[in-house]
């Protein structure tokens, strides 16, 4: 619905009137196809193919290896190719804004950046080369050449369709109706006649953008038999200019009304455009650049969303809306919500909204906090006047509106009532807080929740309208803030929002070099292009739902448990099978083999049968002949639950609920060296500490997605599927259908993302269309709605962790005991696994000499969480780095201070007696500090949070030591089949899968190296069970060890069979040579283990090292933050590919980011996950970069354990991105201070704006008055 920007696309329109073309990015998920006539749409198959020519932008994309899964890319393609045909010469910051709608949620941004900036032109290049002469990389590799892309060259753009320009000049508008089975589309052309027609349907909606009414019909399934569009309508375009100010047509898109607006700002007097710049500022942030293409002025009011970011700006401005009904009406904006609401109802439609210039003395300011800085919904936002008399401090007026603090705009009334007359000084500004406090409340249930957070805004946002109203009296009648507080006024000041003023830079990315005596074309170690990058930029590239359909194939929609924990009655299906083009209905009883899978020792039910246990458990699904009808099949059959009284059957949703009943999977684990309780003992020092870390929602781009074909003979099936663990889910199919492995293939070409979320969840899934297929006969495909993925398939596990631990003087930590509990939700699924990587990791870069770590599985009433990205270790090294973090809190020291005494020097063990080298952990670390610049940097930042009252910027260094391979030696193994065809073309098959990490580009390179021959003859077509069996799951950052061996082995055995050949012939090409060679080769990995009796073990084949320190700046009265800079240095060997290598440091610190610093699961307290899509469940986007971002690859390490010397890197660097979050928790920690308080304090995980915010304990957070627990129900829970 608008949020991630995927589905991007260019719409060109010809206006005959003024004869000119006008090209707009939108979102092709919500653009009704009706409004489409006379407009041209490109799609990035319209501008450029592999086969014919590529686009200079789909290159630079490609070539910056800014496309890894690629699902995201051609919405980024068209993004940056809509702004380059507006601005062929875009500056770095209209890029950003640009690609500010478009979620990645691989590649960190930074490459895709990259490639776009190359368009930047001759100021760029310029600033680049300065920038690289300031680094030390000379001799180092580019990841890519500028000098080797296309020329880009605006004149050879496709032009626009000249028949539609005919049509569009010859047809005299006539009012268009498009007749569908089930909705009318009116579009008249004029005034009069949209007015009688609103008239004769005045429930039909207005449709413009369509970015409000297209979410209520998707999303909430709300239909609308008649719709009327006005976008051809012209007065409703029109902007006149008045001697008092300016009417704007209603349905001009947010993005005209930005340029009239920024015109406006430029021509006019500064006195004069007061509501027209803070109405620009909350203009930059709504939505993304695609919603503002199309979103109206007119939708945005008359939508009267409760946080709307224009209404409250347009209230306090003074703004008068025109609504025409039965005759005009000129409605006061101050009665935005209750006018717009109204409208709706009465049938009527806003024309225009006028906007009143102000006037001398007056001014208006407009305040949004949100949980991201660009493309997210405000939590709370405001628009403030205030109008001075003559030359004095007195209020003549005052107005203050809010978004976000109740069903629809609020106006703060009777406080602005209050402080009229009255000087605007201190004194008066106190007694506000506490009117407003009083005026704006909410109660603690409230929707949305976060009270206490959004009520603390509602001052903060009124603290700074004071602070910037302070400058303006100094500045006009020379009046100095009187403060009675003793802190000096300049600590006050008003620092620019990091939005307005920060500028992304350029960062440093090298690759490593490789020996002065390799081959040309060997291309290991060189950074090369992913090998599908360029099919992913042309939208070539073919993932699961591209398959084309057969004929009489059936789609497949979930039927999931509304309850969490019920007896389960019955399932009617019987009005669901009635419906139109609906075919069949499966449930548990249809299952002819096993009903369960079983993992770990645990069963999981595939489709729950007499009994749910969360909500959003799958009990049936519903095949029909279309997606829409399958979803309407599903929404019709009736689940029957009984609730049973409380005494029988328990909801146990969070881990706490969990510890109490006892409610946990077996086993339990537990690890211990030295004596913990003798340790406590002769400590100097002890702490004990609590934190939570919430869970992750994987958000790969591409869903869910399968498809089974049933061939028709011999109870054969073939499987498509975007699944990291393709033999998992033929496994698991088989014993579904009861039939042998032999009669599955499962077939993965390409995943749009993985992230560990396509391991389990997607077997049991491709277990149930199986099903679907077996029973019908017919080919089933089962693609899942973001929503409904969300709901069903899990995420990272949330923690709770107690800890203590027992410290000397002087910084040594001689003790730690450490408690997990993880969510595991209603089945077993990885969770035991993950507990275990938990404490294998508990130790993370330090040598602890009494070290204890328990870890359980906590079973409750969710849905159950699942493999993810680092498998645990994210959250096992959060406490650990909490834990250090305090202990330096204690001391009065910084945290690095306490992680350097405490790190692993020399010859070491692990606490599972594993002997390993530090020296390249301590290498990383002292490089990091270096290049960093660390200390001088800790110096800078305490002078500016002495300088600051309330931003403040903290900085961290975190260290990383990441075990490497499966610990159960048997997932170590891996297969690959290498074919050389008579005409010398390789064609190379493995067990590894393709999700982004380009193990494909890997893999061709390492066959290249071994068979001595260019890339270019070796081709991967896909992962497939029949081609490899048994294979191993992509995971663990192993995949690419386990599978270069394979290849390398494969490679090998042909070469030794040609070796003859070749002697006898040694003038001889690689095409003479060849002839049939087809060999299979098994390759074994590493012999690991873990014996979690004895406690001990070498789990591991080796550790991935690294560092990284990050800074930021915090708001500490919103609790918004941007990280300024960060550097990472990275031990991964000797890299294969650093292009993609570093592709991967990027986007897992960026999904780390996201983990430790804004994503957040929310639950209703029956059990309901809330966010189930991209508007509420907030990934990084391309704001979220740090502003400057180095990578740093450890130079002469090298690794005997992997292929080639390289390191697994996939999975380690996402805990890296906890160094933004411990430099928000220290510039916390000095904002604590100047409100006197110090020392260790409880920070969880996320901290996002809300728990940062709250943190500051600013006076403002104090003067909110908190609820008593228990007292009230609260709108989320924390589980
Ligand atoms: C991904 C996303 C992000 C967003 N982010 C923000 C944000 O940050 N801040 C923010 O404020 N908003 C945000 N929005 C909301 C968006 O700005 C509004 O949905 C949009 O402005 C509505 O305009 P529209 O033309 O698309 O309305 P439509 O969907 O076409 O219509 C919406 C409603 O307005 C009525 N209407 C439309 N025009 C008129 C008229 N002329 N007279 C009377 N009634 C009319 C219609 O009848 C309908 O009920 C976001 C939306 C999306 C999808
Ligand atoms: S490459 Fe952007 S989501 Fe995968």
């Known amino acids: 619905g608008g949020g991630c920007g995927a589905c991007t696309v260019m719409v060109s329109r010809y206006n005959p009137r003024e004869k000119t073309i006008s090209h707009f990015s939108a979102n092709a998920c919500l653009l009704p196809v009706c409004q489409l006539h006379l407009a041209a749409v490109t799609t990035t198959e319209g501008i450029g193919s592999t086969e014919t020519r590529i686009h200079p932008v789909q290159e630079r994309i490609a070539k910056a290896n800014g496309s890894q899964c690629g699902f995201c890319t051609p919405g980024m393609v068209m993004s940056l190719y809509a702004l380059l045909r507006n601005q062929p010469q875009p500056s770095l910051e209209d890029i950003v804004e640009a690609l500010g709608g478009n979620l990645c949620r691989c590649t960190g941004y930074r490459p895709i950046v990259d490639g776009c900036k190359t368009f930047c032109g001759v100021r760029m ?417 073919v993932y699961c739902d591209d398959i084309a359909g057969s004929q009489g194939e059936l789609f497949l929609a979930l039927v999931t448990s509304t309850r969490a924990h019920a007896k389960l009655i019955k399932i009617d299906d019987g009005e669901a099978l009635k419906l139109p083009g609906v075919v069949d209905a499966v449930t548990a009883k249809d299952i002819p083999g096993k009903k369960f899978r079983t993992f770990t020792g645990i069963d999981e039910e595939l489709l729950a049968e007499n009994e749910v246990t969360c909500v959003g458990q799958m009990v049936g699904a519903v095949v029909a002949d279309t997606r829409q009808h399958a979803k309407q099949g599903a929404a019709a059959v009736k689940v029957v639950y009984e609730d049973l009284p409380d005494r029988c059957v328990l909801v146990l949703l969070t881990s706490q609920e969990a510890i109490e009943k006892k409610s946990f999977f077996k086993p339990q684990r537990e690890i211990e060296r030295g004596n913990v309780t003798e340790g406590f003992r002769k400590a100097d020092q002890m702490l004990e500490g609590e934190i939570r870390i919430g869970g992750q929602e994987h958000f790969y781009m591409e869903t869910q997605s399968m498809l089974v074909v049933p061939s028709g003979e011999e109870k054969e099936l073939k499987v498509y599927l975007s699944c990291q663990h393709p033999t998992y889910a033929q496994e698991s199919i088989a014993e579904t259908l009861g039939i042998p492995s032999n009669r599955v293939s499962c077939h993965v070409k390409r995943m749009g993302g993985a992230f560990g979320g396509k391991v389990t969840k997607t077997s049991i899934l491709a277990s149930i269309t199986a099903l679907a297929a077996w029973k019908t006969g017919q080919a089933v495909r089962c693609v899942l709605e973001r929503g409904d993925d969300m709901l069903i398939t899990g995420a990272r596990h949330p923690v709770l962790a107690n800890y203590k631990v027992g410290f000397m003087n002087d910084g040594r930590i001689i003790a730690a005991d450490i408690q997990y509990f993880t969510n595991a939700g209603n089945t077993g699924d990885e969770s035991i696994l993950v507990i275990e990587k938990i404490l294998l990791h508990i130790d993370n870069a330090y040598s602890v000499p009494n070290l204890r770590g328990r870890a359980t599985a906590c079973k409750t009433n969710l849905p159950s969480n699942t493999a993810f990205r680092g498998f645990g270790v994210p959250q096992s090294m959060l406490v650990v780095e909490s834990v250090i973090n305090d202990v330096a809190m204690k001391l009065g020291c910084t945290a690095e201070e306490i992680r350097e005494k405490n790190m692993y020097k020399g010859p070491s063990i692990t606490h599972y007696k594993l002997q390993f080298d530090p020296e390249n952990l301590l290498r990383c670390w002292d490089e990091c500090l270096q290049k960093a610049d660390y200390h001088s940097r800790r110096t800078t930042i305490a002078q500016f949070n002495q300088s600051n009252r309330f931003k403040k910027r903290g900085i961290a260094v975190i260290p990383i030591k990441y075990g490497i391979a499966f610990a159960e030696c048997f997932l170590n193994q891996a297969a690959a089949l290498v074919h050389i065809y008579k005409d010398g073309s390789v064609l190379v098959s493995h067990g590894g899968a393709e999700m982004g990490q380009g193990i494909h580009t890997k893999m061709q390179q390492v066959a290249s190296r071994e068979l001595r021959i260019p890339v270019s003859l070796i081709h991967i077509s896909e992962t497939s069970t029949n081609v490899v069996p048994n294979t191993c799951p992509s995971a663990a950052s192993f995949g690419t060890d386990a599978n270069g061996m394979a290849v390398k082995m494969a490679c090998e055995t042909l070469l030794q069979r040609l070796e003859p050949v070749i002697r006898e012939d040694p003038k001889g090409t690689w095409q003479s040579w060849v002839s049939w060679p087809n060999v299979v080769s098994l390759c074994r990995g590493p012999d690991t283990y873990m014996d979690w009796k004895k406690q001990e073990g070498q789990p591991y084949a080796y550790f991935t090292y690294g560092t990284c320190c990050s800074e930021v700046e915090v708001d500490c009265l919103t609790g918004d933050y941007q990280t300024l800079r960060t550097d990472i240095v990275m031990d991964i060997g000797r890299s294969i590919n650093p292009s993609i290598d570093i592709g991967q440091i990027e986007g897992a610190f960026m999904q780390g980011l996201g983990l430790y610093t804004m994503e957040e699961r929310k639950f209703s307290p029956s059990g309901m996950l809330y966010p189930r899509g991209p508007a509420q469940y907030k990934i990084p986007a391309v704001c979220d970069m740090p502003l400057k971002f180095n990578v740093y690859l450890l130079a002469g390490s090298s690794n005997l354990h992997a292929i080639y010397s390289s390191k697994g890197i996939g999975e380690p660097v996402l805990f890296l991105g906890s160094s933004v979050f411990f430099a928000i928790k220290d510039a916390v920690a000095a904002a604590r201070k100047d409100v006197g308080l110090g020392g260790p304090f409880k920070l969880d995980s996320p901290a996002c704006p809300e728990e940062t915010c709250l943190a500051c304990a600013s006076c403002f957070v104090q003067m909110v008055p908190v609820p008593k627990p228990g007292s009230f129900q609260p709108w989320a829970i924390d589980v």
């Open 125 to 541: 290049s310029v600033m680049r080369h300065l920038e690289s002469l300031l680094v030390d990389n000379a001799g180092v590799p580019e990841l890519f050449h500028e000098g080797d892309l296309l020329p880009q060259d605006p004149t050879q753009e496709l032009i626009f369709p000249p028949e539609l320009m005919l049509m569009a000049e010859s047809q005299r508008p006539l009012t268009q109706t498009f007749c569908g089975e089930r909705i009318t589309w009116v579009s008249p052309v004029t005034l009069r006649e949209l007015v009688e027609l609103k008239a004769k349907h005045p429930k039909a909606p207005l449709v413009l953008g369509n970015t409000g009414v297209g979410l209520e019909m998707k999303f909430k399934g709300i239909l609308h038999p008649v719709i009327i569009s006005p976008t051809r309508v012209p007065e409703l375009y029109e902007v006149n200019k008045t001697p008092d100010g300016v009417w704007v047509g209603a349905a001009c898109s947010l993005t005209s009304l930005k340029t009239l607006v920024e015109k406006l700002v430029r021509e006019l007097h500064e006195d004069q455009v007061e509501t027209f710049s803070a109405l620009l500022q909350q203009l930059r942030s709504l939505g993304g650049q695609q919603i503002r293409n199309v979103a109206s002025l007119g939708g945005n009011i008359a939508s009267a969303a409760p946080n709307s970011d224009l209404n409250p700006v347009l209230a306090a401005g003074r703004c008068i809306l025109s609504v025409i009904s039965k005759g005009e009406q000129v409605f006061n904006f101050t009665h935005t919500s209750q006018g717009s609401s109204h409208m709706s109802t009465m049938g009527s439609v806003e024309v225009k909204r006028f906007s009143v210039f102000s006037s001398s003395g007056e001014f208006v300011r407009a305040f949004r906090q949100a949980p991201r800085k660009a493309n997210a919904l405000a939590t709370v936002t405001s628009g403030m006047r205030v109008r001075f008399a003559q030359g004095t401090d007195a209020v003549e007026d005052l107005a203050i509106f809010y978004g976000g603090v109740g069903p629809c705009t609020v106006g703060a009334t009777k406080t602005c009532r209050e402080v009229i007359g009255r000087r605007w000084n201190e004194e008066t500004l106190n007694e506000a807080y506490r009117l407003l406090l009083d005026e704006i409340s909410l109660p603690p249930s409230a929707p949305g929740g976060k009270v206490e957070f959004r009520r603390s805004l509602t001052l903060s946002f009124l603290f700074k309208f004071n602070l910037q109203m302070l400058q303006k009296l100094n500045e006009m009648v020379g009046l100095t803030s009187r403060s009675s507080r003793s802190e000096p006024s300049w600590r006050w000041q008003v620092r620019p929002d990091c939005s307005d003023k920060r500028r992304l830079t350029f960062g440093t990315c090298r690759s490593q070099e490789v020996s002065q005596g390799q081959r040309g074309d060997d291309l290991v170690g060189r950074p090369v292009m992913h090998r599908s990058a360029l099919s992913q930029a042309t939208g070539e590239a």
